[in-house]
T-cell receptor, first 114, second 113 residues
Framework: AQTVTQSQPEMSVQEAETVTLSCTYDTSENNYYLFWYKQPPSRQMILVIR??????QNATENRFSVNFQKAAKSFSLKISDSQLGDTAMYFCAIHDNAGNMLTFGGGTRLMVKP | NAGVTQTPKFQVLKTGQSMTLQCAQD?????MYWYRQDPGMGLRLIYY???????DKGEVPNGYNVSRLNKREFSLRLESAAPSQTSVYFC????????????FGEGSRLTVL
């Protein structure tokens, strides 16, 4: 079984500053994918960024980047130049090749303040 | 661009009533999923269907049934609703390859009184 833990239920950041959301996971597989999803107040789930476990280079998508530490089973999300539109719930998730399920963490509610 | 469409978006039930949540995707995806979202617990998988004609239990299947009607449609049924099933339900689909992202519907808020 795979598990995902997000230890920060809520966070806040000032507009234009940088914030890092934490995520740790557990899996017995060697190959897997990690994801960060964003859920704004509209409730729609949106993929933010994806990381393949066998790739050493950290994924980057514009202002969003990850710090992937495979040995520590850690997968944090860094948001640079935070914008008001980044206010949302953020979910970390893992998908391994042993099954067909995406397992989510409990989420972090991020508030970007003007 | 419809993507994943689920209905209804809101529903209020009395304990013991039954209902079906409908989900359809137009992306020709093989895999479809039903999740429930509860505060502080993230999204938990109820059932999934890896392909047309197959369904499997997820983390929290008790009290639910599913039907993969065809490749496009995957429905979730509550036979006898309970207050513990008050939640927001999400349908999702996934494209080819296990690395593919999930595409989600807009969610259905269900309240059981």
């Amino acid at each position: 079984a795979q598990t995902v833990t997000q230890s920060q239920p809520e966070m806040s950041v000032q507009e234009a500053e940088t914030v890092t959301l934490s995520c740790t996971y557990d899996t017995s597989e060697n190959n897997y994918y990690l994801f960060w999803y964003k859920q704004p107040p509209s409730r729609q789930m949106i993929l933010v960024i994806r990381q393949e476990a066998y790739k050493q280079q950290n994924a980057t998508e514009n202002r969003f980047s990850v710090n992937f530490q495979k040995a520590a089973k850690s997968f944090s999300l860094k948001i640079s130049d935070s914008q008001l539109g980044d206010t949302a719930m953020y979910f970390c998730a893992i998908h391994d090749n042993a099954g067909n399920m995406l397992t989510f963490g409990g989420g972090t509610r991020l508030m970007v303040k003007p | 661009n419809a993507g994943v469409t689920q209905t209804p978006k809101f529903q209020v039930l009395k304990t013991g009533q039954s209902m079906t949540l409908q989900c359809a995707q137009d992306m020709n995806h093989n895999s479809m999923y039903w999740y429930r979202q509860d505060p502080g617990m993230g999204l938990r998988l109820i059932y999934y269907s890896a392909s047309e004609g197959t369904t499997d239990k997820g983390e929290v299947p008790n009290g639910y049934n599913v039907s993969r009607l065809n490749k496009r449609e995957f429905s979730l049924r509550l036979e006898s609703a309970a207050p513990s099933q008050t939640s927001v339900y999400f349908c999702a689909s996934r494209g080819q390859g296990w690395s593919g992202e999930l595409f989600f519907g807009e969610g259905s808020r269900l309240t059981v009184l």
